[in-house]
């Protein structure tokens, strides 16, 4: 009797739900790295390195403990390419009775899990993934029957739920969240500290040099390659975001800053995705760190927010709505995403520095990814299965029940106002605001429309028009729609113009 554990790319964790009640003398541990993971949307090289490093070094250790581990290399003799294919082989080589699986990040393997037992012949179990602090039943009994589904609601349940940052029945402080004071641009005198990056060891040079060879069109240089493989890196990652950045986080987290990927975001969000930190420590280690007056509470609660709020609700809402959430397009937007995503040659220097970040470090931080990359693919009206397929493939933390959600529903509003209340539209005065970017810019934020005008100006003016039968009577939406009806028919013929000529410049 041969139970054969599968452990995906994203389950290295002991504590996964397939290896709960492993029996060493009998069980097979599974892991296969197939190419089809990497190319049902191009992924960034780093990305990759990241989680075939990070399998390799965990099924090492699973050896080191003894257990049997059925590991498929890339580039073994034999690799069908597929998941699906080499669990098949799998069953064979070790004559297992069951397979045991645990609930995937996606929905496409999902689907795939559930024929594989009439694939092949044997039970196959898939296991709910209950590294999450809500399970997908939690938060369908929290959904129920509400007409709204609103982050802030669902968050304050899961502070209650897990005692983090609470005094009794209140929150600490006094108050649910510290947004407002977390909202502030950086001085140029304010310089973040440097995050610390993890030289490759033997088996992660392998695998780059496996990655150059076989994936050597994807986006992404490897020679910048710095991410944590193990779990003794990632709890260091976890240490020095605590010790040098938790402090000044929340004053800074919408903050931007040209030449300065990181700022002082925490960068876990990778190893948090594929297993290497569990949720619970890692809020843990911030609500201590407050308690130690190491850092102060609006940094603290910003950043708990980050993970026990919105990782958790994004899952939620990804397993609550798919499949058909994916298919929704409310604003009907159908324009090709424009190369300059992949290359970054553009005059706009806001885009071409966040998008030399994501190519350099396959990294871009929250607000990058909302205000600028997502905020001209709402405001051009761009495909929203393209948007996705590219922040999917791009993050080193991106899979399937964080990004679809957080693109779709946050940054494209495809979903109609599932997820968030209003489109996160912004003119070039908030980038201006908000970051250097506008500094040495080919576009003046400054100039409305006309020659120099940067080119988000008018086209959150010509987004609104263009979906003005679709926002206008959203509630959120009042001022911008009211100072839209007060202009003149020949201005905004003058932003339908020039957005037209632009747009249509854009190459697909």
Known sequence: MTVLRVVLGDQLTRDVASLQGLDVARDVVFMAEVKGEGTYVAHHKQKIVLVLSAMRHFAQDLLGEGVRVDYVQLDAAGNSGTLAGEIARAVKRVSATRVVCTYPGEWRVLEMMRTLQDELGVPVEILEDDRFIASRADFARWAGDKKSLRMEYFYREMRRSTDILMDKDEPVGGAWNFDQENRKPMPASVRPPDVERFAPDAMTRDVIALVERVFASHMGALDRFGWAVTRADALRALDDFITHRLANFGDYQDAMKAGTAFMHHSILAPYLNIGLLDPREVCRAAEVAFKRGLAPLNCVEGFIRQILGWREYVRGIYWHFMPKYADSN??????????????????????????????????????????????????????????????LAVYADAFEWVELPNTHGMALFADGGVLASKPYAASGAYIDRMSNFCKGCDYDPKIKLGEGACPFNYLYWNFLIENEGALKRNPRMGMPYKTLSNMTPERRAEIVEQSSVFLDGLVG
């Open 330 to 391: 409310f604003l009907e937007a159908s324009r090709p995403l424009p190369d300059f995503y992949w290359t970054g040659e553009t005059k706009m220097h806001c885009m071409g520095c966040v998008i030399d970040d994501t190519r350099r470090h396959a990294y871009s931080h929250h607000i990058q990814r909302l205000m600028i990359t997502g905020n001209f693919a709402l405001l051009a009206g761009l495909e929203p299965k393209a948007v996705e397929a590219w922040y």
